[in-house]
Structures are given as structure tokens and as C-alpha cells.
């Protein structure tokens, strides 16, 4: 059974700072991960999705690493903003994008 | 792409009574899930369908929940009996998955969610 991890659970950093949030799950057959952002009362908002053959992906300021053989994958934030507070989960999906499982999330706080 | 739409957005309830709760997914998905989560946890898998069928039903889902999917369009959650418990966000995602036998590597695109509380 495929079990998430993220640390750290919460972290907080100063306006303009890179960070890296961390991911890794027990079970290396996956298909996909996706990484998303909750906002608190509201719904997933996808932000990144790698496939299982790749080793990264880039939008904007967000770039996420897969390293499928150790069980790991970390989302960089680039220059953190204060609107990037939020809750990041990632997740990942089994062979036929079978339903996700999730870690518990990482919340994040900005301080402008 | 109007997105995921659930609704109601909040249910305050007694314990006992019934509940419903409705997703529309994006038009073109055929891929619906349902996802339960609970304050200070990732969300956790309940049921899938594909198109009108239900293809998966978590060992969360007992057998106070049912959801149907009855044309491939919109889906229903039904919680019987409500109980503490049931206290949660109920989350709805779509996808699109290509043909048969082929699968898109697609993003799951999800909903505001359905926050139940029970009384």
C-alpha cells in the first residue's frame, strides 16, 4: 500500500526566499505525481503533474523533481511571495491514473 | 472549462439524518472521483467511476455511503445515518482518460468541496 510523506508540516520564511518542500512515498511503481495548492476552506488547485518516465517539471516560478528509484520528489519555489501561502499537497497516482493518494501537506507562510 | 462545480458548498446537519451531495466535473471528463478529507489530513480516496460505471469503492465507504453516476455527467454522494464522524470536506475531481485501454496522464482537476458538519 502506497503511503505519502511530507516534511516539513509547516514552514514559514521571509518574503523572497527559494524554498524546497519534500515528498516521498514507499511504493516506486507509480504513474504520476502531481503537486497541488489548498487554500484554507477551498478545493486542490493542480500546479505540477510528472509523469513517471520524467525527472522534472517548470511553470513559472515552481519546478518539481521526480526521482522515481529513491522515492522522492520536491517542489522548488522560487522567490516565495506572500500570495504563496497555502497548504502544498503532493500525490501519486498508480498505473491508468488510479485515484491519488495523498500526503498530509506542507503549510507554508510567507512573511512580507 | 467551467471546472468542477459541487454543491452545496456547506451542510450543517443532525446525527441520524441523510445527506446528498452533487458534483458536475468538466464536461468532456469521464473520469469522477470522490475524496473525503478531515482537518490536518491530505484527502483520502473514496470511489471512482468511469463514465456511468463505478469502477472502485474505498474500505472508507461503508455501506451508509452510496454514489451513483447514472448518466456519466453529474454524480451524487449519499450519506445515510449520519454519524460524528462523517464530519469532513467531501472533495470531487475529474479527468479525462483517452480510449480503451489507453490512459492519459492527465491532472485530476478538483472541486471546492462539500464541508459537512454534523451536529
Known amino acids: 500500500k502506497q503511503e505519502v510523506t511530507q516534511i516539513p508540516a509547516a514552514l514559514s520564511v521571509p518574503e523572497g526566499e527559494n524554498l524546497v518542500l519534500n515528498c516521498s512515498f514507499t511504493d516506486s511503481a507509480i504513474y504520476n505525481l502531481q503537486w497541488f495548492r489548498q487554500d484554507p476552506g477551498k478545493g486542490l488547485t493542480s500546479l505540477l503533474l510528472i509523469q513517471s518516465s520524467q525527472r522534472e517539471q517548470t511553470s513559472g516560478r515552481l519546478n518539481a523533481s521526480l526521482d522515481k528509484s529513491s522515492g522522492r520528489s520536491t517542489l522548488y519555489i522560487a522567490a516565495s511571495q506572500p500570495g504563496d501561502s497555502a497548504t502544498y499537497l503532493c500525490?501519486?497516482?498508480?498505473?491508468?491514473?488510479?485515484?491519488?493518494?495523498f500526503g498530509k501537506g506542507t503549510r507554508l507562510s510567507v512573511i512580507a | 472549462d467551467t471546472g468542477v462545480s459541487q454543491n452545496p458548498r456547506h451542510k450543517i446537519t443532525k446525527r441520524g439524518q441523510n445527506v446528498t451531495f452533487r458534483c458536475d466535473p468538466i464536461?468532456?471528463?469521464?473520469?469522477l472521483y470522490w475524496y473525503r478529507q478531515t482537518l490536518g489530513q491530505g484527502p483520502e480516496f473514496l470511489t471512482y467511476?468511469?463514465?456511468?460505471?463505478?469502477?472502485?469503492k474505498s474500505r472508507l465507504l461503508s455501506d451508509r455511503f452510496s454514489a451513483e453516476r447514472p448518466k456519466g455527467s453529474f454524480s451524487t454522494l449519499e450519506i445515510q445515518r449520519t454519524e460524528q464522524g462523517d464530519s469532513a470536506m467531501y472533495l470531487c475531481a475529474s479527468s479525462l482518460v483517452h480510449g480503451t485501454g489507453r490512459f492519459s496522464n492527465q491532472p485530476q482537476h478538483f472541486g471546492d468541496g462539500t464541508r459537512l458538519s454534523i451536529l
Open positions: 464536461s468532456e471528463h469521464n473520469r
Open positions: 467511476f468511469q463514465n456511468e460505471a463505478q469502477l472502485e
Open positions: 500525490a501519486t497516482a498508480g498505473s491508468g491514473n488510479t485515484p491519488l493518494v
